[in-house]
């Protein structure tokens, strides 16, 4: 017994060291080497003043996918011999153009020039590498700039601010506070760099937005009436970039620049005018000029109701509405909805009329005032409150579905869909059905979930439960994802007329995978194309897959553009020898071409003109080819619906002074884009799609 328990112990001992000796190997253990590999062509196209091994250096890329090493280094590097001179150093060149897509570090290093070469030297590399535009470099400069001392930021702020531009709002919105002399640019920095713009870094008038506003309201900083100068900047902070589009006189487009602020900016508009709010309302409810009262709000509350306001004119006119009884009664005892200034101004805040107030009064015993204000802020008419109140019997205590249902209603309609809905869906699904029913069409999303619950077996790889069944007893995944998207075919927030979407389900092809057959009938605009789908899918060939003849077929409208839109699609797919285009590919490129064969044209003219060795052949992505050449057929890019993987351009649109293309076909643009020299497109693939994209056929 004492021999077999020493074995015992000598046996756990022998465990234990080993245990230890695997932990420490383990830790010992080299990490996993990060894969690397050399673009020859990148190679081949830097410029011959670097020797073989510099090459090599710069046109090396981590990682393992091979494709996304591009000749963006070569470019790179020329630009820096042209732009920052031959005797640049070649620490310098790699570290700016090591991986680049595009010429832009080395250009954004160049618009550093002002700063001084210190500031260059110090910041630029850190500023500007991988930079896929020159604003890092344009904002910095800018910032170095300012005249006061008063205005200057500390370096190390000015490379955060800078490098995580995304537009140039925050940059436009600090040099609107300099030229203002409202506040100090470090006093103004927090805020302004938190201003939202256009999204990228062209010259769109979507930045001038919260410029503008400054512009404007400077004169009404008043501390004594309790508007500071940061509340100014607050304000005009929050002002939407996309509504100040709106504002510019027709025709006339902003260059970016503060100096070209002809817009007017609606927040400060609406502060202005809502002075003249008194206590008294003319007999049209508009505001009576001639009153020697008060004004209803001081200027915090006009501040607050104003924020972020749509039209100038749109909060204004819901405040009169809720405060005063209405025509005919101006200054009347008591107010139309019972709310007082402070509250109005919740209601109203960003209101686009007089809707907000008509809500309110129309929710009377349906909850709370603030319960109600939240329900009616924002709206357009009184169709929330009237469909919160024909809600009740089916959503009951559940607040949140039922304001999920109404609160953008215009009418009692979305409530009568849910209420009138299959009594298997939660109520999270009945909001997802009925939410934004149009007035007099209640039950055109009932009618079709109905109408689609047998089709819906009938197709290949039909999911075994997707309707009749409740939502807690589909426990496989693609049931869930099926009944979701055959909720959102049939409502009016997916298809523009539900009814034509069943008919197109009913009518599809079963050879067609379910999921696709849902995606491709949701949001057709009437029953009328449902036959010109049903020929395309039958004479397209067999070896077309499920989705590829979705993506094809959801958009042919007349017999014409079917035989269109697959002579087309095939010839693309099987004939083409540049670019190599996929059936998915060519699906996208054909779905709207015509009779007079546009598309095909522009195909054509790339396939003849551009071979894989022309100089920038490179940029000519498939994708790049679809999207330039898919828009002679339709005028805008296609298939955007959920179900097209289509190309996403690049959110920074960019202007190539180097180059001037005149032609008229953008097939032709493309091939004379791919016979400039690598050095001259130093912008990446979204340089084809913005210069070309819009050429005449």
């Known amino acids: 017994m004492i021999r077999l328990n020493g ?24 990490p996993a080497k990060t894969a690397f590999f050399v673009s020859e062509e990148c190679e081949k196209r830097v410029p011959s003043s670097f020797n073989a091994a510099q090459k090599k250096q710069l046109c090396t890329f981590d990682g393992t996918d091979k494709s996304s090493g591009t000749i963006g280094p070569a470019i790179c590097a020329s630009v820096a011999k042209q732009v920052l001179g031959g005797n640049v150093k070649f620490d310098t060149v790699l570290q700016l153009c090591q991986g680049a897509s595009s010429a832009a570090p080395v250009q954004c290093y160049d618009k550093l020039e002002p700063a001084g070469n210190q500031l260059r030297t110090k910041y630029g590399i850190e500023l500007c590498a991988k930079s896929d535009s020159t604003l890092p470099g344009e904002c910095f400069a800018d910032l170095n700039g300012f005249s006061g001392t008063a205005n200057r930021l500390k370096p190390e702020q000015m490379l955060s601010f800078c490098k995580s531009l995304e537009d140039r709002a925050p940059l436009l919105c600090l040099q609107a506070v300099q030229d203002t002399k409202m506040l100090t640019v470090p006093q103004a920095f927090d805020v302004c760099k938190e201003v939202v713009g256009s999204g990228e870094d062209s010259s769109s008038p979507h930045n001038l937005a919260v410029a503008t506003c400054l512009r404007e309201m400077q004169t009404q900083i008043k ?14 902070a929050e002002s939407n970039p996309n509504e100040f589009l709106d504002t510019l006189p027709e025709g006339e487009e902003a260059d970016g620049s503060t100096d070209s602020l002809t817009g007017t900016s609606p927040p400060a508009q609406c502060f202005t005018e809502s002075a ?24 915090k509350q006009r501040l607050s109701l104003c924020s972020n306001a749509h039209t100038a004119l749109g909060p204004i006119n819901c405040t009169i509405s809720a405060m005063f009884r209405g025509p005919g009664k101006p200054g009347a005892a008591g107010t139309n909805t019972g709310l007082k200034p402070a509250e109005v101004v919740e209601l109203c805040q960003g209101a686009l009329n007089a809707g907000p107030a008509m809500c309110f009064v129309e929710s009377r015993n349906l909850g709370t005032n603030v319960e109600r204000s939240h329900l009616c802020n924002g709206a357009n008419s009184a169709g929330p409150a009237q469909c919160y109140r024909r809600s009740a019997s ?23 869909c849910a209420n009138s809905a299959p009594h298997y869906l939660s ?14 069409h209640a039950q055109d999303s009932v009618r079709c979930l109905t109408a689609v619950e047998a089709a819906s077996k009938q197709f290949r790889n039909a999911p075994k439960k997707a309707l009749g069944y409740f939502l807690d007893s589909l ?43 849902a995606r491709m009938c949701t949001d ?14 039958r004479i397209l060939p067999k070896d077309w897959g499920s989705e590829e003849a979705s993506v094809l077929c959801e958009s042919t409208t007349s017999r014409e553009q079917v035989e269109a839109a697959l002579r087309c699609a095939v010839e693309a797919s099987t004939r083409m020898t540049f670019p190599k285009l996929t059936k998915l590919h060519a699906a996208q490129l054909c779905a709207y071409e015509t009779a007079k064969s546009p598309v095909m044209a522009c195909l054509k003219e790339v396939n003849r003109g551009v071979s894989a060795s022309s100089n920038s052949a490179y940029l000519l992505t498939p994708e790049t080819v679809v999207h330039v050449c898919s828009l002679g057929g339709s005028g805008e890019n296609v298939n955007t619906k959920t179900h097209s993987p289509t190309h996403t351009p690049s959110s920074h649109t960019h202007t190539n002074t180097h180059i001037a293309v005149t032609n008229t076909n953008p097939g032709a643009c493309l091939v004379k884009l791919a016979t400039y020299s690598a050095s001259k497109l130093i912008f990446d693939a ?10 005449e056929y």
């Open 524 to 537: 057709i605009p009437s029953t009328e194309v449902i036959q010109h789908m049903q020929l395309c899918h």
């Open 276 to 299: 003249h709010i008194k206590a008294a309302a003319s007999t049209e409810g508009a505001v009576s000029e001639h009153s020697v009262t008060a004004p209803l709000l001081s200027p």
């Open 686 to 695: 979204t340089v084809p799609q913005n210069i070309c994209a819009h050429a």
């Open 475 to 517: 426990w496989d995944a693609r049931d869930r994802k099926s009944r979701e998207l055959l909720i959102h075919m049939c409502s009016f927030s997916g298809s523009q007329d539900p009814i034509a979407s069943a008919e197109c389900f009913r009518a599809a092809p079963n050879a067609l995978e379910h999921d696709d057959a």
């Open 394 to 416: 089916t959503f009951r205590n559940d607040v949140g579905n039922r304001s999920l249902l109404c609160i953008s209603a215009t009418s009692e309609d979305p409530a009568l």
């Open 223 to 236: 501390p004594s009436f309790g508007v500071t100068a940061m509340d100014v900047l607050k304000f005009c």
């Open 427 to 440: 109520l999270s699904e009945k909001v997802d059905l009925c939410s934004n029913t149009p007035s007099s």
């Open 7 to 30: 074995l015992i112990a000598l046996l756990l001992a022998s465990i234990c060291i080993l245990s230890i000796e695997s932990a420490a190997a383990a830790k010992s253990a080299p």
